[in-house]
Structure formats: structure tokens, C-alpha cells
């Protein structure tokens, strides 16, 4: 992969702006008698990196998963982008039509890339613009080629996705998670399922992101990404936010006790 990346300041106030890109209101998930997040309330500035870091079994996904409406937030709570509520005042009543709208707004990658195996590198990212009318076919393929490229893969855009590595993948999910031109990525642990010597290239792409001004909300067990890149770290445990604050005050200098076990594990496990 060509070396496109630049130094983070992980303090960068410069890429925020007053108006909040997200906003979560009193935000509450439960499956059953069981409550996955507690009434989380976040605001993200336009242009922050937002690492999010806790234990399985915190919440850190199903937040990521409300915040685009894979999964339906319980009544009562908002999710808002860029000022405009996904989802209607009551998520249960919302037309089909308009959250499909709302959430193109949002680009989303996994933890497994969930590509389509019979299209190829090229064909996967050009998929949802083609779906959406973006543009001429032809606009969309040079679209879909550059972002390809911006990713380090122009090389491999008539490859299958058996055809690439876990690596390579990864950077294709994002790229097609960009043909949409979001306002907000959501990023959910996208280098768990990777070897390590395949990590640092989908890390790459993904502080070059950073340095653009994406918006994004990272949840990573790269602790080391977390104080580079994020501009703040949000540390959850039980469903609720126990600590918020920039990489030098969570990561360094953790104020609560939950924070300060959790931080001595993952030190452990490197």
C-alpha cells in the first residue's frame, strides 16, 4: 500500500465546529428484560475522533448499531445527525422511505467486512451509489476506481473478495462505506478479526480519514490508534459512559476505578 499517511494530533480542536455532527439523547437499547444502554447522552463536534474502549459486553456496539438504526433505539430516546433526528419522534412509526434516506448519511464497517462474494473489489463499492442513482454508471465506476486507490488498492479493484486478503477486504468495506459520501463513520472493532501483520494498513486509511476531517466514532481495542488518532476517548462499561475525555486524561490519567482495571487488563493482554 502506497504510504498515505499523516500525523494525528490527537488534540485537534481545529477539525471540530460548534454544531454537534451527532448528537444522543437520552439514548436506551434493551433485548428483553435485559437493558444494553442505560440513557447515554454524546454530542460529537463535526470533525472529531470519538475512540470508544470497554469491555465485551459494554455496549460499545449496540451504541455504534442505534446510532445508524440497525437496531431500533427504545422510545424515548434521539439520535440526531448533523441536526436532524434519524428516526422520527417515534422510530416505530417511521416511513421506510425516509430512514433509508437519513441513514446514507452514515457509513458503517464492521468487524467482518460482509462483502458480496460474486462482485468484485470494484462492483462491491459501486453497489449502493448505483442502488441510489448517484450518478451515471460511468460516473459512479470512476468514483468507486478513486476511492479504491485512495485506499491503496487500485491494483486489486477487478478482485474478488476470495481473490484479497483480511486486510485488503477491510480496506474495500471502507472504501464502500465512503462511495455514499457520509457525514459520519461508524467504525466497530474493523481490526479484531485481522492478523496482526495486516492491521496497520486498515489503520492507515483510517487516520488519513482523521487528518480529512471525517467525523467518526471508533470503537477499538487499539489502545495505542485510540491515543493517536482520537481526538477524545469515551471509556463504557454497563451500558453507560463511566469516563469521557482526551487520550492523555483517560488513557493516562483515568479518574475512575473501573477506567484504571479495565486499562491495566488490556496493558496485560498486549
Known sequence: MKDTCMTANPATPARAHDRPMLELVNLRKSFGNKTVLHGVDLKVPAGQVVSIIGASGSGKSTLLRCVNHLET???????????????????ARVS????????????????????????????????????????????????AAGLLDRVGLADRMDHHPGKLSGGQQQRVAIARA???????????????????ELVD?????????????????????????????GDRVIFMADGAIHEDGTPAEVLRNPQQARTRSFLGRAMRAR
Open 73 to 91: 433505539p427504545d422510545a424515548g430516546s434521539a439520535v440526531l445527525i448533523d441536526g436532524q433526528r434519524i428516526g422520527g419522534p417515534d422510530p
Open 96 to 143: 421506510r422511505r425516509d430512514l433509508r434516506r437519513r441513514r446514507v448519511e452514515i457509513g458503517m464497517v464492521f468487524q467482518h467486512f460482509n462483502l458480496f462474494p460474486n462482485m468484485t473489489a470494484l462492483e462491491n463499492v459501486m453497489e449502493a451509489p448505483l442502488a441510489h442513482r448517484r450518478g451515471t454508471r460511468a460516473e459512479i465506476r470512476d468514483m
Open 178 to 196: 465512503l462511495a455514499m459520501t457520509p457525514k459520519l463513520m461508524l467504525f466497530d472493532e474493523v481490526t479484531s478479526a485481522l492478523d496482526p
Open 201 to 229: 494498513d486498515v489503520l492507515q486509511v483510517m487516520r488519513q480519514l482523521a487528518e480529512e476531517g471525517m467525523t467518526m466514532l471508533v470503537v477499538t481495542h487499539e489502545m495505542a490508534f485510540a491515543e493517536d488518532v
